[in-house]
């Protein structure tokens, strides 16, 4: 069974910094697509980082120069580097694990619990 467990959110001023972690048990991330993804309330839910499964990794452009995403592979954990906090990140961030399913190119996807994130102004 593949189990994703987030940690690291909480409550940080504007132009403070936090660090999410996302392990994994159950399924290595290297090798496969990971990421990251947040949903404030009301909104939609936004694709915030992710590394492909070949190791390239992007940003969406609100958080490009501010957020860095990177993999442990050793502790079969990502991480998110937020620095610089603006009140609008302010969300619930979810990280994910892409399997494939099938040669034909199905893909399936794991999901951790979320963590929340709090950015006071």
């Known amino acids: 069974q593949v189990h994703l467990v987030e940690s690291g959110g909480g409550l940080v001023q504007a132009g403070g910094s936090l660090t999410l972690s996302c392990a994994a048990s159950?399924?290595?991330?290297?090798?496969?697509?990971v990421g990251w993804y947040r949903q404030a309330p009301g909104k939609q839910r936004e694709l915030v980082a992710s590394?492909?499964?070949?190791?390239?990794?992007n940003y969406a452009d609100s958080v490009k120069g501010r957020f860095t995403m990177s993999r442990d592979d050793a502790k079969n954990t990502v991480y998110l580097q937020m620095n610089r906090l603006k009140s609008e990140d302010t969300a619930d961030y979810y990280c994910?694990?892409?399997?494939?399913?099938?040669?034909?190119?199905?893909?399936?996807?794991?999901w951790g619990q979320g963590t929340q994130v709090t950015v006071s102004s």
């Open positions: 994910y694990l892409d399997y494939v399913i099938s040669v034909e190119g199905a893909v399936g996807r794991y």
């Open positions: 590394i492909s499964s070949g190791g390239n990794t």
């Open positions: 159950g399924r290595r991330f290297s090798g496969n697509a």
